[in-house]
């Protein structure tokens, strides 16, 4: 049985914790959240440890032994929130109508929450589990997941939860990503001097026409059974100097968003294959694309059993069995089926991820922390 008031304080005093990753605040870092959790972890007799690859950037591992023989099981939630611009008291937990406000209350400190009063629930059966069970929360999940790639270097089980919010139903797939730099080239000049003058971003417009076209034959793909279809859009452009100088460079930045089975080198190759069409008809508009950062999708295994496990535990707290679907973001879970770990996604209901206004649903992070509980039991024996 979860003990409900041990996690509506928990999640309180976690929302109340700082942890904004640098990437939104330079003084930002997930350390003081690290150090209540490991606290936490070791007042439940499980021992802990701080893995922290870069100063700052601390991740947790608890370990509940189990009695031996059995599956290993990961439940996994992460640290860091993106920043408060425009928040009132972001730091400042609110319960009002059985709603918990505050940052990260949703995106995901309700998940890690769950989790550790899913391993007090566990500690309190005391042995009745083989196998052992992990609890995670990593750094860094909001930019570059070094704190769940350095976790796997250490740590490793059978299978996985992560326990982002999926509003109580069972995540199966989730998109990729790439995100993918193309420089067209000009010739500086005056202004007034339209003989040597090349303007690179005239040369970037007829590249962006292409890519417009680009864009809508990726939708037109093979769509994947819960993802639907691959995306693409032009985040960001640069170029130029000043009003009276030929741009000398033009800059696209583009996202790709990828399905499983895709990847970063095939969204290079695409826009590739444009720059040659490109130069083909202009031979001296020779513009590069370069990958700069990819981030894989996830898709369940096939034969999972942490599914099935999941589900039927689900069942059982929600009285139906959760709806099976695909979510458009990236996760974490990426990282851990890549390291051959079965995974995952279940997690609770609220909204304002990302936004000015965040909250969790207290009864939703509730029956999470009793499917964490009844799925150990069942995975682990």
């Known amino acids: 049985m979860i003990d409900f008031g041990y996690l509506v304080d928990r999640l309180g005093a976690y929302v109340a914790t700082p942890s904004i990753n640098p990437a939104f605040d330079p003084g930002g870092g997930e350390a003081p959240l690290a150090a209540i959790v490991a606290a936490d972890l070791q007042a439940l007799g499980i021992g802990s440890q701080i893995i922290e690859p ?18 290993s099981l990961m439940l996994y939630a992460h640290l860091d929130t993106v920043g408060v611009e425009g928040m009132e008291a972001p730091f400042d937990p609110v319960v009002r109508d059985g709603r918990l406000y505050g940052r990260g209350a949703y995106d995901m400190k309700a998940g890690l ?58 995540c199966l797939a989730h998109k990729g990503f790439a995100w993918v730099e193309v420089e067209v080239p000009g010739v500086a000049a005056h202004g007034s001097l339209m003989e040597r003058g090349v303007d690179a971003n005239l040369r970037m417009g007829q590249l962006l026409a292409r890519l417009a076209g680009l864009e809508q034959e990726i939708r037109t793909r093979a769509p994947h059974p819960v993802l639907g279809s691959g995306s693409m859009h032009v985040a960001r452009l640069q170029g130029g100097a000043g009003w009276s100088t030929y741009a000398s460079r033009s800059v696209a930045q583009i996202e790709r968003r990828l399905l499983p089975g895709e990847d970063g080198q ?28 990819e981030r894989p999708a996830f898709e369940a295994f096939a034969d999972s059993k942490i599914v099935s496990v999941v589900s039927g535990a689900a069942h059982r707290v929600l009285g139906d069995p959760p709806n ?37 649903d207290l009864d939703s992070v509730r029956k999470l922390s009793d499917t964490l509980a009844g799925a150990a039991v069942e995975y682990c024996r």
Do not use: N
Request: charged share 20%.
């Open 54 to 71: 870069m100063p700052g950037r601390s991740s947790v591992v608890g370990v509940l032994p189990g009695s031996g023989g059995g599956a």
């Open 113 to 170: 929450a769950a989790c550790i009063a899913a391993a007090k629930a566990l500690c309190d059966m005391d042995g009745q589990l083989a196998g052992d069970v992990l609890v995670v929360a990593a750094a860094d999940e909001e930019e570059a997941s070094v704190g769940m790639q350095a976790v796997l270097e250490q740590f490793h089980a059978d299978a996985a939860i992560v326990t982002e919010p999926t509003e109580l139903q069972l």
């Open 324 to 360: 099976r679907l695909g979510f458009p973001y990236w996760m974490d879970a990426a990282f851990l089926a890549a390291a051959g770990i079965d995974t995952a996604v279940f997690g609770h209901s609220g909204d304002g991820a990302h936004a000015a206004v965040e909250w969790v």
């Open 266 to 293: 095939l969204a290079v190759r695409d826009i590739e294959g444009l720059l040659e069409g490109l130069e083909a008809s202009s031979p001296d508009m020779a513009g590069r694309a370069r990958l700069v950062l």
